[in-house]
């Protein structure tokens, strides 16, 4: 690259430099500006990743595990078609949730991904299933048949007629009343629940799922295994358990 060639100053016609005002003026507008940055940021960050367990968990919000007046609250934003999700239910949140029954809130909410074309459906049976007091019982039922309905082969399943029926045969297994079960699944009541839990989950940051929040704290895990992760979790409850 090139370099300009600079001309010399004459030091009888030099400009003179900026006067004391000038330099006094300039320096409280910089700091004005880092002040009022340093409070966007602080903004920025308080609502990032962060939120009371009050706004965590709305009014219907399903819990798994309920402790009255307790002071750990676990939620996870979860898609019931992520394989992910399922990884960790497996490895991690079935056994949590037996182990920690009775000690924290447990609470999972809807956070559908566009890749997976029937994780709305599966989230609209849950929330459906809720509606007759049967959410904990058709969650267990889509993670521990997920092969059955979400995958075809090695591939993410498109094939909402066999999940369909797949959840159906779900519904009948819980004791669910099947017509109303039907009616609530397509109901825009169920699917509003949903779309409540995606924005509350956007505001939050969520951009994958499972992404798990402790007392209103986004849990950002080590690289590991799930069995790394598991440990992890688990420090952080006993720890907030301990208080």
């Known amino acids: 690259m090139s370099r300009k060639t600079r001309a010399k100053r004459n030091p009888v016609t030099a400009r003179r430099g900026p006067s004391l005002n000038v330099i006094l003026t300039g320096v409280v507008v910089l700091v004005a500006i880092a002040v009022i940055g340093g409070v966007l940021l602080v903004s920025r960050s308080d609502g990032a990743g962060t939120a009371s367990n009050e706004a965590m968990v709305p009014p219907g919000a399903h819990t798994l595990s309920t402790v009255e007046g307790g002071e750990v609250t676990l939620v996870e934003f979860l898609d019931f078609q992520c394989p992910a ?19 924290i809130t447990f609470v999972t909410r809807n956070f559908p991904l566009e890749m997976h074309p029937l994780a709305v459906p599966a989230a609209r049976a849950a929330e459906a299933a809720g509606k007759q007091g049967k959410y904990s019982e058709m969650y267990h039922a889509l993670y521990d048949n997920f092969d059955s309905w979400a995958v075809d082969g090695r591939a993410t399943s498109a094939d909402a007629a066999r999940a369909t029926a797949k959840f159906e045969e779900f519904a009948t297994a819980a004791g669910l009343d099947l017509e109303e079960f039907r009616a609530d699944s397509a109901s825009a009541e169920v699917q509003a629940a949903i779309d409540r839990d995606v924005a509350d989950g956007t505001k939050l940051g969520v951009n994958s799922t499972p992404t798990f929040f402790l007392n209103g704290e986004k849990f950002q895990p080590g690289r590991g295994t799930i069995t790394d992760v598991d440990r992890e979790l688990r420090a952080k409850i006993d720890a907030a358990l301990a208080g």
């Open 85 to 103: 999700c399922a990884s960790y239910y497996a490895g991690i949140t079935k056994k949590l949730e037996q182990d920690y029954q009775g000690r």
